[in-house]
């Protein structure tokens, strides 16, 4: 929880001629922490700021791009190329007092439940989209890309056909474009509360 991306990298170092040496096809899970409190301050990206809201903010904005550098060095040492499947997901964003708090804290609104979410691979054709989708499609579309039977579990749909779709035009675009999706949080201490918010399109309704 402690290592930055950098030792992250290293230690993967480790491990890579292991992964890479079989025929078999390999699953990579990466976990990293540097776009998180405590936000450090890494250089050459960071300047500080005089007031508190705004250097937390330099701070954060300075583990992006140092994330972002050793993203960059894993693809090319590793030599990733279109035969493989990266998916790159965020569980969570931070608020900045955009609603009056800061961090992650007890709260439904978009700065924080409007995650990341991007595929790169094997017949994903490229292009941005702002259709709804949720954390719980990342497993059942991995699946449905490598070309194993979807999991009996979850609630999450496979996004296949809007990844390797032209145009986003037919059934599968009005079935994203209409979708409603849900995401809630459950506090126990000091004491037991609950808070969800149901999303479609430009409408939120926090509950």
């Not at 994203?176 to 201490?189: E, G, L, P, S």
């Amino acid at each position: 929880e402690d290592a930055d991306a950098g030792q992250v990298a290293r230690l993967l170092k480790e491990w890579q001629e292991e992964i890479q040496s079989g025929e078999a096809p390999s699953f990579l899970y990466l976990h990293f922490m540097d776009v998180h409190r405590p936000y450090n301050s890494r250089d050459p990206w960071y300047e500080k700021q005089e007031e508190e809201n705004a250097d937390n903010l330099a701070r954060y904005d300075s583990e992006l791009s140092f994330l972002d550098q050793h993203l960059k060095g894993l693809f090319e040492d590793w030599q990733w190329g279109v035969d493989t499947l990266v998916v790159f997901a965020s569980d969570h964003g931070e608020e900045f007092m955009d609603h009056g708090q800061t961090g992650h804290k007890f709260s439904m609104y978009r700065e924080l439940n409007h995650m990341l979410l991007m595929f790169r691979g094997p017949g994903v054709t490229a292009k941005r989209t702002s259709l709804a989708a949720s954390i719980h499609d990342v497993m059942p579309t991995i699946f449905d890309l490598a070309g194993m039977p979807a999991a009996d579990e979850g609630t999450g749909l496979s996004l296949k056909p809007l990844l390797q779709a032209e145009e986003l035009t037919g059934k599968e675009f009005l079935d994203a474009r209409d979708r409603i999706t849900f995401a809630h949080r459950t506090k126990f201490r000091p004491r037991q509360a609950h808070i969800w918010g149901a999303n479609k399109g430009k409408w939120r309704f926090i509950q």
